[in-house]
């Protein structure tokens, strides 16, 4: 029945930020679309399914693959209503909940990105994914037909459980999307320089969009930076506020010039780039609303941020903060809505065999101006120029020609 009960999705806990950041010790009570009661015991789905192994088992590493055949611990049972907030945040059951349930968010917020169902890369082999969410590594990964979590060892010598860490997954199901999107070269990916350092950065922005999605870091970011994305940035004194990791990294000043060829330090300024162009979106949603003046100009030009402006900055977005939380959680939120839809709709413009970050600059470019975001299609070329990812003398006639359009709309 339409408006029925089972219509709203079912019910998990998910942990924003890994639980042992200061803030975030209490998982928030999200729904994912699945209906009530159509997730199994597992948990699992028609496209994924959780394995908590008994026995030590390797990482999986070519030929070995999915599925895992060993002893494993009985599947967890959903309430008697058919939700999975029920489980005890503490117990090793909640482990593989928790990240079926983060999976099955970031594909909830990608997909309504994309406007379709994301099929998996692998899917001519496996129909789903194996979740495994604790094996004796230190490490995770995604891989072909498979999600595995390890642990990361704290000096105390406890465990950061990467089970529990909503970043580590969404970024790993991260490129999971990406394989599915923009394909996978038919030699694998290449030790070349773009291809993977674009998965990996763009992968950081699947993060931060997702933790984005919580009220809990939503409402956390705004409050402790009183609204002033730019005092949680790296360049700005005030740096110390920033334990979100995707915020770190997102926040980053690199330019081309300044990075090598290791995939993770390449994939910085194109993931810096893009977080320029979230925080522009912001500024100018706060403005036109009336929320704070600015000086003019854009964060590019920002880029050679003083003390004087810095302190401007937060002057603006400090004034009746109270009183503006919420239209300034709203802006934010329009913001990441408009800069995720255009980088979901670029994927499909990109060829894996040839893409460059150039191809992929202006593709997002072209998303905006299909979209007649055409102002904030010119951010993104100023901020992408300031990076050294287009040319600054040639990219207004590049970018006229890829929009295919006398000027942008």
Known sequence: MAGSENSIGTRFLLYPQSPNT???????????????GSILPGPQNDRMYVVDPLVEKPPYEYPYLPPYMGAKAPPVEPSPDGHFDHIDPSSRAFLGVHVF???????????GYLGHRITWHFADKYERLEILPLIEWQNAQSGFGMLEFGY??????????????????????????????????????????????YHEGV???????????????????????????MALNELNRVAELAD?????IAGNARKMSDVGDEVHDRSRPFTGALFDVLVQIYHDTAVDQGLVELPHGSIADARAIDMDLEQTYARAFEADYDLKHFQLKGALADARDTMALALARSWGRLDC??????????????????????????????CMAWREILNPYDVHLLGRDRARSAVWI
């Open 22 to 36: 200061p803030g975030y010790e209490k998982p928030e009570l999200v729904w994912i679309s699945d209906p009530q």
């Open 101 to 111: 349930g983060c999976v099955a968010r970031i594909l909830d917020i990608w997909e």
């Open 203 to 229: 992968s950081d922005i699947c993060s931060l969009v997702g933790m984005l999605h919580f009220d809990t870091a939503m409402d956390r970011l705004l409050r402790r930076g009183s609204g002033n994305l």
């Open 152 to 197: 990361r060892p704290l000096p105390n010598g406890a465990q950061d459980l990467y089970a529990l860490n909503f970043d580590v997954i969404a970024h790993e199901i991260g490129h999971s999307i990406l394989f599915s999107e923009i394909g996978l070269p038919e030699n694998g990916l290449p030790a070349g320089r773009d291809l993977r350092a």
């Open 244 to 248: 979100e990791r995707q915020i770190r």
């Open 353 to 382: 065999e040839t893409l460059s970050y150039t191809d992929a600059a202006y593709a997002v470019c072209d998303a905006l101006q299909e979209a007649g975001q055409g102002k904030v299609a010119e951010t993104v070329v100023e």
